[in-house]
């Protein structure tokens, strides 16, 4: 995922902790991966050079623009690419006649090339509608939907669950006075509301814990995690590998918990891997990245 740092970086996604990556999933010659994430491709593509031509790599994505962007690629592998939400795997791979993968990389969140178009509203340093869908054909609510439906209870409640945002209740009141005038429609509408009632500190824009509060609702990103968290045993094979890569305390969370369930997961970082001060500066977007990766050791029935 993507982090707005003040400054927005250039547009192609540059893949976080890559070698970190290389190392924990271990691609060997002839395996089968999936990158469930595949976003604009960078993991992938090093993966598929690991792969090579006997290797197969399973490529998905929810978001159609970002298949078409990762598909611009060169893979020396054979990729089977696949539109479709991460905690469908299991029926994915049977669709594919896929009985166990060797590794499995989730990079969550979104991609800077979604974050810095302004039609798709993630960003509140760009004018765009508030949608947020991370599939923009989904037919379910955008962030602009929710800010006018929801109750300044059920507002409040996103922000401070999603966002762990302090000033939730007073950031919600503003929105249920605000629409009672005009719509909240766009992102900059959005962002100057909750500049104007939450006080900055530090270099983080004020706007930064509602938007990222609010993709997470549109989305159902914790509830998709938490799925396909449940299905990664099923998918594996027995000494499988899996990398996610997460951006946020609530998704580390979900993640660690799930690696220490029971005898099933060998925990291959016994702390998270973040990057370090030379992949910030070149990356500001990856600051908030934590790396775990496991090996499965059996299998769901
Ligand atoms: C951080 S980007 C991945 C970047 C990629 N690793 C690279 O090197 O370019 C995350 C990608 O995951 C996709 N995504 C997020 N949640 C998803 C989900 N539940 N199912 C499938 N794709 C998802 C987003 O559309 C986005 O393209």
């Avoid at 999936?34 to 998905?60: E, F, K, M, N, Y």
Wanted: glycine share 6%; hydrophobic share 45%; with cysteine.
């Amino acid at each position: 995922m993507a982090h707005e740092p003040a400054h927005p970086a250039p547009a192609r996604h540059v893949p976080v902790l890559l070698s970190a990556v290389l190392e924990y999933l271990a691609p060997q010659p002839g395996q089968t991966l999936a990158d469930v994430t595949v976003g604009a491709g960078g993991h992938a593509q090093a993966i598929a050079q690991r792969l090579g031509a006997s290797g197969t790599l399973l490529a998905l994505d929810q978001d159609p623009t970002m298949l078409a962007l990762a598909q611009q690629r060169v893979y020396p592998c054979r990729v089977v690419w696949c539109r479709a939400k991460f905690d469908a795997l299991p029926a994915v791979l049977a669709e594919q006649g896929i009985s166990a993968l060797d590794g499995v990389l989730a990079d969550l969140g979104i991609s800077s090339d979604q974050l810095d178009d302004p039609q798709r509203g993630f960003s509140f340093l760009h004018e765009g509608p508030l949608d947020m869908r991370l599939d923009p054909t989904a037919n379910i609510p955008t962030a602009a939907d929710l800010l006018a439906r929801l109750s300044e209870r059920e507002l409040a409640d996103i922000l401070w669950r999603y966002g762990e945002e302090r000033y939730s209740r007073r950031i919600a009141r503003r929105i249920v006075q605000t629409r009672q005038r005009q719509p909240i429609r766009s992102t900059t509408q959005l962002a100057q509301l909750v500049r104007s009632c939450v006080p900055r500190s530090g270099r983080i824009d004020p706007a930064t814990r509602t938007f990222q509060a609010l993709r997470i609702a549109v989305n159902d990103e914790l509830g998709t995690l938490q799925h396909f968290l449940q299905a990664l045993p099923q998918c594996l094979r027995v000494g499988g590998r899996a990398v996610i890569i997460s951006f946020h305390s609530l998704e580390d969370r979900l993640v660690k918990q799930a690696f220490r369930q029971g005898d099933r997961w060998l925990v291959l970082t016994k702390k998270p891997v973040r990057p370090d001060a030379a992949e910030i500066r070149a990356n500001p977007r990856a600051r908030s990245a934590r790396l775990r990766a496991a090996q499965l050791l059996a299998r769901a029935s």
